[in-house]
């Protein structure tokens, strides 16, 4: 029987939040655990579906106003991520977490729903949404799409349109800008940090600690952003060997 599990603060502790979830001891998890506790106030709604006992996806999303990604928008609803994994896509799984989430922005009286998608890696694929009556509205560097599906008449969310210049502020080595919005976020800081290190490039760690700090992120996705002498290098964790080959395209 397939289920939608709403996490709360009442019951994160027990569900969990589906990511990382055979890990619940490692500091990943934990700084998300306690991040979710922190957002859960401000309208935060976490959404697990499950098939039987095993879990096979979530919906996160949030008022536009509280939004942890780097998206301008008035009384909408901003997805932070939808994941299905591996053998549980294409069965529909997807559709009936988006329901959820269009069902409360209507009852909420939202003027619509937006979301960060990317042509690249990490992100949900936007043709998903765009066959569920969503549109492009936006697009942002390096594979950012912004898509919405308005409910009113009203203007679309958009990107901010200063890339360059919000990157460009951290001019010397590799900076991380990272929340713990993500629980995969930490590991990541650890390989970067340890390969800049080998190296022998300067790394600055800085933390983002609320949604505004976010919103001003160099890259769309706003809760994770490597930066490489004054240009983005990547938004999302990667691997040590992926960072050598950024590193060595971008010298």
Same mark, same amino acid.
């Given at each position: 029987?397939?289920?939608?599990?709403?996490?709360?603060?009442?019951?994160?502790?027990?569900?969990?939040?589906?990511?990382?979830?055979?890990?619940?001891?490692?500091?990943?998890?934990?700084?998300?655990?306690?991040?979710?506790?922190?957002?859960? $106030?401000?309208? #935060?709604?976490?959404?697990?579906?499950?098939?039987? &006992?095993?879990? @096979?996806?979530? !919906?996160?999303? %949030?008022? +536009?106003?509280?939004?942890?990604?780097?998206?301008?928008?008035?009384?909408?609803?901003?997805?932070?991520?939808?994941?299905?994994?591996?053998?549980?896509?294409?069965?529909?799984?997807? $559709?009936?977490? #988006?329901?959820?989430?269009?069902?409360?922005?209507? &009852?909420?009286? @939202?003027?619509? !729903?937006?979301? %960060?998608? +990317?042509?690249?890696?990490?992100?949900?694929?936007?043709?998903?949404?765009?066959?569920?009556?969503?549109?492009?509205?936006?697009?942002?560097?390096?594979?950012?799409?912004?898509?919405?599906?308005?409910?009113?008449?009203?203007?679309?969310?958009?990107?901010?349109?200063?890339?360059?210049?919000?990157?460009?502020?951290?001019? +010397?080595?590799?900076?991380?800008?990272?929340?713990?919005?993500?629980?995969?976020?930490?590991?990541?800081?650890?390989?970067?940090?340890?390969?800049?290190?080998?190296?022998?490039?300067?790394?600055?760690?800085?933390?983002?600690?609320?949604?505004?700090?976010?919103?001003?992120?160099?890259?769309?996705?706003?809760?994770?952003?490597?930066?490489?002498?004054?240009?983005?290098?990547?938004?999302?964790?990667?691997?040590?060997?992926?960072?050598?080959?950024?590193?060595?395209?971008?010298?």
């Amino acid at each position: 029987m397939i289920e939608i599990i709403d996490v709360n603060a009442d019951n994160v502790e027990e569900t969990g939040f589906f990511c990382m979830r055979s890990k619940p001891k490692t500091v990943g998890y934990q700084q998300k655990l306690h991040w979710l506790k922190e957002r859960f $106030s401000e309208g #935060l709604k976490l959404k697990v579906i499950q098939d039987g &006992d095993h879990p @096979k996806g979530f !919906i996160e999303y %949030v008022p +536009s106003e509280y939004t942890w990604r780097t998206v301008e928008a008035e009384n909408f609803i901003i997805i932070h991520c939808l994941w299905i994994v591996g053998q549980g896509k294409g069965k529909g799984y997807g $559709s009936r977490l #988006l329901e959820e989430c269009i069902k409360e922005a209507v &009852d909420q009286k @939202k003027s619509g !729903i937006a979301m %960060v998608t +990317s042509k690249g890696t990490w992100l949900a694929d936007p043709s998903f949404f765009t066959n569920k009556g969503f549109k492009v509205e936006d697009e942002a560097p390096p594979a950012f799409e912004l898509i919405v599906r308005k409910f009113v008449d009203c203007p679309s969310p958009r990107f901010p349109n200063n890339w360059v210049e919000r990157a460009e502020q951290y001019k +010397s080595g590799i900076t991380i800008l990272r929340s713990d919005q993500c629980p995969y976020n930490d590991s990541a800081v650890q390989t970067i940090s340890e390969t800049a290190k080998e190296l022998g490039i300067d790394v600055n760690v800085i933390e983002i600690n609320n949604c505004k700090d976010a919103q001003g992120s160099p890259s769309a996705y706003g809760t994770f952003n490597v930066i490489y002498n004054g240009k983005l290098l990547t938004y999302h964790p990667i691997t040590k060997r992926e960072l050598l080959k950024l590193l060595q395209e971008a010298t």
